[in-house]
């Protein structure tokens, strides 16, 4: 019972940090005909003010011609990497590259060698590690 306060309490505190952090990013766009209040106290209206901004920056993303979004743009290539670079630290944003639809036909082509290869045993993991943890030893010994 106490574990599960602990990981509920756990979960709270880093939902309240994200929403923070979720406030903070936001607080440079202004709506206008509204005036940002800072006395901003609780979470509920850190939420509510978030989802005010992200619903004006919806509709103003809807509002923009289709050709403005072009992604050869330079300044799209320079928001895009900055964005990036901010966020790349972070451990829940992990940037995942996918290769051409053409360099994954070539791959599966040669799929039936791979089956063919040598596949040790748990036996020979093991004699294999052992005789790594012997010469790391000896080089250790000797120095």
């Given at each position: 019972?106490?574990?599960?306060m602990?990981?509920?309490q756990?979960?709270?505190?880093?939902?309240?940090?994200?929403?923070?952090?979720?406030?903070?990013?936001?607080?440079?766009?202004?709506?206008?005909?509204?005036?940002?209040?800072?006395?901003?106290?609780?979470?509920?209206?850190?939420?509510?003010?978030?989802?005010?901004?992200?619903?004006?920056?919806?509709?103003?993303?809807?509002?923009?011609?289709?050709?403005?979004?072009?992604?050869?743009?330079?300044?799209?290539?320079?928001?895009?990497?900055?964005?990036?670079?901010?966020?790349?630290?972070?451990?829940?944003?992990?940037?995942?590259?996918?290769?051409?639809?053409?360099?994954?036909?070539?791959?599966?082509?040669?799929?039936e060698?791979?089956?063919?290869?040598?596949?040790?045993?748990?036996?020979?993991?093991?004699?294999?590690?052992?005789?790594?943890?012997?010469?790391?030893?000896?080089?250790?010994?000797?120095?």
């Open positions: 019972m106490r574990a599960h602990l990981n509920n756990k979960r709270l505190i880093e939902f309240e940090n994200i929403i923070d952090n979720m406030f903070l990013r936001l607080q440079g766009i202004s709506i206008p005909g509204k005036e940002d209040s800072g006395a901003v106290l609780g979470m509920e209206e850190k939420l509510q003010h978030c989802e005010q901004k992200l619903q004006f920056l919806k509709e103003q993303a809807a509002a923009q011609p289709e050709d403005s979004t072009d992604e050869q743009s330079e300044t799209f290539a320079k928001v895009r990497n900055l964005l990036e670079e901010r966020t790349a630290g972070e451990k829940q944003n992990l940037r995942i590259s996918f290769e051409d639809e053409d360099a994954t036909e070539d791959d599966t082509l040669g799929f060698d791979e089956e063919h290869d040598y596949i040790p045993s748990r036996e020979d993991v093991k004699k294999q590690g052992q005789q790594l943890i012997r010469m790391n030893t000896r080089r250790r010994k000797k120095k």
